[in-house]
């Protein structure tokens, strides 16, 4: 079946810098990515969509710059938090929907999660 | 606004016992409803999915779920369960206007006694 891998697993940085996280899909064309944000025990949280070619779309209240979001191939999209800081520890998580999707019918396939901790 | 409600937060059942795991939506249309499963150290799969039509819905892995308006609620159950299900579970409403926006709800913890 479709797999989206997410990379890194887990990543720990120091407050100030800048960290990228990457969402792969591996054996299909992903026009379009979500980026979710987890905090314990509650929900996900869509943070933007991504699309391939284009600007990344926006939730209300997350922050553009903070979180940069590039979608530059059909395979590939990244999330690069900047400049960050305790309160951006949290656990990311990417999801892909295949070339030519349009539906709920067409399934979300989810990476594993990236384990962001700023110290 | 739109919300989602799992009211339960672990849930530990025997192995073989029947399991129901409730979800509660709040909406102001017909909702487009999910239930995702994540193991530890992997991404979320999907289990079912309500759109229209029949009420009760059946799923891979043996579930099923039942989508009850009058109630809100659109709660998974598995009449036998296996240590194997022992993961975490959402349920997610769709937004029939946005169909990439998904809310979420918290989530639920089973543990599966042997």
């Known amino acids: 079946g479709a797999v989206v891998s997410q990379h890194p697993s887990w990543v720990i940085c120091k407050s100030g810098t800048s960290v990228k996280i990457e969402c792969r899909s591996l054996d299909f064309q992903a026009t379009t990515m979500f980026w979710y944000r987890q905090f314990p025990k509650q929900s996900l949280m869509l943070m933007a969509t991504?699309?391939?070619?284009?600007?990344?779309?926006?939730e209300q209240g997350v922050e553009k710059d903070k979180f940069l979001i590039n979608h530059a191939s059909l395979t590939l999209s990244t999330l690069t938090v900047t400049s960050a800081h305790p309160e951006d520890s949290s656990f990311y998580i990417c999801?892909?929907?295949?070339?030519?999707?349009?539906?709920?019918?067409?399934?979300?396939?989810f990476g594993n999660g990236t384990r962001l901790t700023v110290t | 606004a739109q919300s989602v409600t799992q009211p339960d937060i672990h849930i530990t059942v025997s192995e073989g016992a029947s399991l129901e795991l409730r979800c509660n939506y709040s909406y102001g249309a017909t909702p487009y409803l999910f239930w995702y499963v994540q193991s530890p150290g992997q991404g979320l799969q999907l289990l079912l999915k309500?759109?229209?039509?029949?009420?009760l819905v059946q799923g891979i892995k043996g579930f099923e779920a039942e989508f009850k308006r009058s109630q809100s609620s659109f709660n998974l159950r598995k009449p036998s369960v296996h240590w194997s299900d022992a993961a975490e579970y959402f349920c997610a409403v769709g937004a029939p206007n946005n169909f990439n926006k998904f809310y979420f709800g918290s989530g639920t913890k089973l543990n599966v006694k042997p």
């Open positions: 309500y759109f229209s039509g029949d009420t």
């Open positions: 999801s892909a929907r295949g070339d030519g999707w349009s539906s709920y019918n067409s399934p979300l396939h």
């Open positions: 991504s699309n391939e070619g284009s600007k990344a779309t926006y």
